[in-house]
């Protein structure tokens, strides 16, 4: 089983439409975890991070975890044609001392249509 | 400044060839990080140092690629011999320690022809 697990997509919805990305792991040990957005081409950027515990809010992107059943989301309220990019979920091995280096997922491809 | 710089952007060898590339991390960050990433996956790790010591290596990276880090602040990533297989986008991160964020530079695609 790998360590990280996405649907890759691609993801296709219209301007406006709430958007839920999901990331299943295996490794119960991990606590954080990061979301990266990759657009085309492009080095991945920082979107957010999560902690286990609960729900994290930054304007229109909600991250949350549930860990009884070891999946993470990702929201995007509103979603804009502008949010077209590969999402990627990588568990923070820093906080939890699972090795130095970062797990990624092979990432969602989203398509938000005007 | 302007984040995490990697140079060349986009580099074409024929196979064989030798191809270095180069990591600007940001100021003061102490770990970088080489992730190689092939179309439609995500990164995949390579290496990282904690200031000049490599202290990683993932076994992805054969004998054939090389990186160092010798004043502890660029990087630099070789690989000699390069195979058709190596072709992909390398990326560099940095972070300014073990319990904070990594911000990634925009990568160099290298194709082997």
């Known amino acids: 089983q790998k360590e990280v697990e996405q649907d890759p997509g691609p993801l296709s919805v219209p301007e406006g439409a709430i958007v839920s990305l999901n990331c299943t792991y295996s490794n119960s040990a991990f606590q954080y975890f990061m979301w990266y957005r990759q657009y085309s081409r492009k080095g991945p950027e920082l979107l957010m991070y999560t902690y286990s515990s609960g729900n994290k809010e930054d304007g229109r992107f909600t991250a949350q975890v549930d860990k009884s059943s070891k999946y993470i989301s990702l929201f995007i309220r509103d979603s804009q044609p502008s949010d077209s990019a590969t999402y990627l979920c990588a568990p923070d091995p820093h906080r939890d001392n699972y090795g130095q280096n970062f797990v990624f997922g092979p990432g969602t491809r989203l398509s938000v249509l005007p | 400044d302007t984040g995490v710089s990697q140079d060349p952007r986009h580099k074409i060898t024929k196979r064989g060839q030798n191809v270095t590339f180069r990591c600007d991390p940001i100021?003061?960050?102490?770990?970088l990080y080489w992730y190689r990433q092939t179309l439609g996956q995500g990164p995949e790790f390579l290496t990282y140092?904690?200031?000049?010591?490599?202290?990683?290596k993932s076994r992805l990276l054969s004998d054939r690629f090389s990186a160092e880090r010798p004043k502890g602040s660029f990087s630099t990533l070789e690989i000699q011999r390069t195979e058709q297989g190596d072709s992909a986008m390398y990326l560099c991160?940095?972070?300014?320690?073990?319990?904070?964020?990594?911000?990634f530079g925009q990568g160099t695609r290298l194709t082997v022809v």
């Open positions: 991160a940095s972070s300014l320690d073990m319990n904070t964020e990594a911000f």
């Open positions: 100021s003061e960050h102490n770990r």
């Open positions: 140092f904690q200031n000049e010591a490599q202290l990683e």
